[in-house]
């Protein structure tokens, strides 16, 4: 597991690629989602959690179809399989680094998000940063999974949105909603049940992932 | 992929089948139409819940014979197994999307809006969405082993995130009061002759389901069993 992980965290640590594209790309849909909503409405508040979250899937997205990438140049997925490891860890080793890389770019963008729309400093950033976590670690298992799948199809920068998206709705709304009470400066109450909601779509993603990885690498 | 001759697609199943589906339908047509009484509060267009009721039930039946198949396919790598998963999830994702149109064809004039995000739409939507990301899954893949496990380890992910889509849409429209509360399945079917025919119904759509995914399956192990011929003419041992 750990020689796994420092693969990953060093062939990141070179390239900077899944950090660069989630940062970037959730950079321009900041930007784009900032011209959606006029600057001078005060409904523009209302609709932060709603362009937050949306960035976060989308860019996590992007930088998850890329993760297969460097693993399938010069076989070298193929290398990994025949070492004596079972695929479950492999799994599970693929889906911390990309939690990390998300979370690393997500950590660069709150506060870039917290200028853009202009939230109160007085936001409850902990549940905040507790449900980012907890999205990205689901995000990163279920688009792990997919995305092993999705590298090997002719339309691989497509297909894995269309898998992962409609999958990833409860993650989605459970942010959505723990963020919302925490810019409008509310405690967490009743929102509690989202983070159990979403520790529990964690918990099964990575079970199922970690049974199943193995058929989807086979060959 | 490989097909044996012993895998059974019986035909005399198929117009058996047809026939108790077409039998079946007319009677329930006619029930709808002329036997059922009209609803007192919602008019005539209630009649259209003998249709959209049973095919949602069919979707789900569907879904779920698509993950059971799925799993049995990982289990045993019987490719019938994958024919019968990818049959039943084209038949499902039919009918789930006559249930999205039938839908709100009786919402419109009984809630007044098309489409509200009540939680059952919502999930039927996000099903719809998975299943078609399935196919084109399937259609990317076109009939390799690699395929097939493909496709069978993302029905089995789809059907176990139903559940959790489920709740989590619930929760999202209740924790803010929602537009319209009223749903069709408060109000209950109390007269025998309404249960008759959505029994009736839900029996047609059955026979429907079972027809169209036999028919589907069958021609399914066909084309895999000729395209192994092909393969064997082509390639001399």
Redesign the interface.
């Known amino acids: 597991m750990i020689p796994l992980l420092r693969k990953e965290f060093l062939i990141e640590w070179r390239a900077r690629e899944a950090l660069a594209t989630a940062l970037l790309t959730g950079l321009l849909l900041l930007v784009v989602l900032s011209f959606a909503f006029d600057p001078t409405s005060p409904l523009r508040r209302e609709a932060a959690p709603g362009a937050f979250w949306v960035t976060v899937v989308f860019s996590g997205v992007l930088a998850i179809g890329r993760s297969f990438v460097a693993d399938r140049e010069n076989d070298c997925l193929q290398g990994l399989l025949l070492a004596p490891l079972d695929r479950g860890t492999i799994f599970l080793a693929k889906v911390f680094a990309q939690t990390a890389f998300l979370l690393a770019a997500q950590l660069l963008l709150v506060p870039l998000f917290i200028v853009f729309f202009d939230l109160p400093l007085s936001a409850h950033l902990l549940p905040w940063l507790l449900a980012l976590v907890l999205v990205g670690v689901g995000l990163s298992a279920?688009g792990i999974?997919?995305a092993a799948?999705a590298v090997?199809?002719?339309?691989k920068e497509i297909?894995l949105p269309?898998?992962l998206?409609?999958?990833a709705?409860?993650l989605l709304?459970?942010g959505l909603?723990v963020s919302q009470r925490a810019f409008a400066g509310k405690p967490l109450g009743?929102?509690v049940?989202?983070l159990h909601?979403a520790v529990?779509?964690d918990v099964?993603?990575l079970v199922?992932g970690w049974l199943?990885f193995e058929?989807?690498v086979?060959? | 992929m490989q097909i044996g001759p012993q895998t059974v697609v019986s035909r005399s199943l198929v117009p058996l089948l047809a026939v108790c589906s077409a039998a079946s339908m007319l009677l329930t047509l006619w029930l709808i139409f002329v036997y059922v009484p009209t609803d007192r509060v919602q008019g005539v267009v209630q009649r259209i819940f003998y249709v959209h009721v049973p095919l949602a039930m069919m979707t789900f039946l569907a879904f779920g014979v698509t993950a059971v198949a799925s799993a049995a396919y990982?289990w045993s790598r019987n490719p019938k197994y994958d024919h019968c998963a990818h049959a039943s999830a084209e038949v499902g994702l039919l009918f789930c999307s006559l249930v999205l149109i039938t839908g709100p064809i009786w919402a419109k004039p009984i809630w007044g809006t098309w489409w509200t995000w009540d939680a059952r739409l919502t999930t039927t939507l996000?099903l719809w969405?998975?299943y078609?990301?399935?196919l084109?899954?399937r259609s990317?893949?076109m009939h390799s082993e690699?395929g097939a496990?493909?496709a069978?380890?993302?029905g089995?992910?789809?059907a176990?995130?139903i559940p959790?889509?489920n709740?989590?849409?619930y929760?999202?429209r209740t924790?803010h009061p929602a537009v319209l509360v009223t749903r069709e399945g408060g109000t209950g079917l109390t007269d025998p002759r309404m249960q008759l025919t959505l029994l009736c119904s839900v029996l047609a759509f059955f026979f429907l389901f079972a027809w169209l995914l036999w028919l589907r399956y069958r021609q399914a192990v066909l084309e895999a069993r000729m395209t192994a011929l092909w393969a064997a003419q082509r390639i001399p041992r």
């Open positions: 279920a999974l997919l799948i090997q199809t002719r339309a297909l269309l898998l998206v409609p999958l709705v409860p709304l459970a909603r009743e929102a049940a989202w909601l529990g779509f099964i993603v199922v199943l058929y989807v086979e060959d | 990982l996000i969405l998975i078609a990301g399935y084109m899954l990317l893949t690699q496990r493909y069978a380890v993302l089995i992910v789809g176990l995130d959790i889509i709740r989590s849409v929760w999202w924790i």
